[in-house]
Structure formats: structure tokens, C-alpha cells
């Protein structure tokens, strides 16, 4: 019953993301410059057809593009294989298959709905918005984020506090993962250039961080990791 119960969440959560965009299509091209007495109707002529065009919709663009990158989706045995071979292709590629089901090349050219208001603020994590993002929230999202504001201004359980501190010190591993790695490529021939280093990608992490969730690392911190990682790096040459 659980797993019934994900695969229809996560088919809800397929179709909530692409079921607004129109399904690519080169109907209006095919009727207009493509059929007539001495029209080749083969698929062979009909995509000939349509390549041949100087000017084409958005949506026949996509579909073009599409019946090139999935072919191997379309495939016999393949995820839309039997949908093709009924004339579904498009709606199995768009409509009723996971994106991260399809190969690399054909969800490239996926069109999904683009996040809009709190929900494109907030997808990398809740975080308090300037005064410009909030201007930009519609009625419904201004009344989320506030409530949210208030209780994230309100007195912490100590399970909030356990789940902010396991935040970031997740987060800091992860900084301090990265130092690890870019000492280690960065090829330094002393401490101080391993320090540089550190320094940089600790700042960029900082920079990147919207929740304002990571703290910034002491200068003892730094010469600690990059040493650390400078002896690491000198041990393996």
C-alpha cells in the first residue's frame, strides 16, 4: 500500500509540473505547407517537410528537436516504446513519464513550468526574503511567508533547535569537504597558497548560501582545514 501510495505522489507531482505546458505538436505546420495531391504522406516526407521550413511554431520546434533526442526513448522496449508505436509519443514523454526516467539527451529538451513566487524563492530552503522578493508575492504566498516569518520568530522547541544545529553542521562538512578538494587541485607549494584557497571556497559557499544558515570560518578555522588538507595532499605525492 505505501509504495502505491509514493508512485501516485510522485505521479501527482509529475503532472502538476508539466501538465500546463501544451504537449509539442507540428499539426498547424503539417496542414498548412505539408499535405496537398503531390505531398509525399510518408513520415519520411512529412519530417522532410517540416525541416524544410523557414518559419515553425515554438511548439513544432520543440517537437522536432524531441523526435531526434528520444528516439531512443521510442525504441522498442523502450520507457515510451509502446506509446510511439501507438501514435502516444509525445504524451508518454511529456505527460506520463518521470523526466529522470528518459535518457540525458531527451530531457534536455523537456519544457516545464518555471517556479514562480515563494516557491521559487524558497527552493533551495526556507530563508527571509528582501523587500523586493516579497513585493513580487501574490496575495496567498505574502500570508505563507509571513506565518512563516512569525513563527520562525517565535520561541524554538529544543527540536527545532536539535534540527537547526544538524542543518549546519551538515553544512559545514560539506564547506569543509570542499576546501579539502579544491587544496588538493589547486597544486599548492606552500601553506599560505593552500590558505588562499581555502579562504575562496569557503567564501563562495558563504556567497551561495541563501538561508544565511552558514557561518563564516574563523581565520584559525581556515589555516586549521588548509594545513590539514595541504598534509593530505603532500602525503599522497
Known amino acids: 500500500m505505501r509504495s502505491v501510495m509514493r508512485s501516485l505522489a510522485a505521479m501527482l507531482v509529475l503532472i502538476s509540473t508539466v501538465s500546463s505546458v501544451p504537449l509539442p505538436t507540428c499539426d498547424d505546420e503539417v496542414g498548412v505547407h505539408c499535405v496537398g495531391e503531390d505531398a509525399d504522406l510518408s513520415p519520411e516526407g512529412i519530417n522532410a517537410c517540416l525541416e524544410g521550413l523557414s518559419e515553425k511554431s ?4 520543440t517537437y522536432l528537436q524531441m523526435m531526434k533526442a528520444c528516439k531512443p526513448d521510442m525504441a522498442e522496449g523502450a520507457v515510451c516504446g509502446d506509446a510511439a508505436m501507438n501514435g502516444e509519443a509525445m504524451p508518454c514523454l511529456v505527460q506520463r513519464t518521470k523526466p529522470e526516467d528518459l535518457s540525458e539527451a531527451c530531457r534536455a529538451t523537456l519544457k516545464v513550468d518555471e517556479l514562480q513566487g515563494l516557491a521559487k524563492y524558497w527552493a533551495d530552503g526556507k530563508r527571509a526574503l528582501n523587500i523586493n522578493e516579497i513585493a513580487d508575492l501574490n496575495v496567498d504566498d505574502k500570508d505563507t511567508y509571513n506565518r512563516w516569518m512569525k513563527k520562525k520568530k517565535g520561541k524554538k522547541t529544543d527540536k527545532d533547535r536539535e534540527r537547526d544545529y544538524a542543518v549546519k553542521a551538515a553544512k559545514r562538512e560539506r564547506v569543509e569537504s570542499l576546501i579539502a578538494v579544491a587544496v588538493k587541485e589547486g597544486r599548492p ?12 571556497e569557503a567564501q563562495k559557499a558563504i556567497d551561495e548560501d541563501m538561508t544565511g544558515t552558514l557561518k563564516a570560518f574563523t581565520k584559525p578555522q581556515i589555516h586549521g582545514l588548509a594545513k590539514k588538507a595541504f598534509n593530505a595532499l603532500k602525503s599522497e605525492l
Open 58 to 61: 515554438e511548439l513544432c520546434t
Open 189 to 200: 607549494s606552500t601553506v599560505a597558497e593552500a590558505v588562499k584557497i581555502a579562504e575562496a
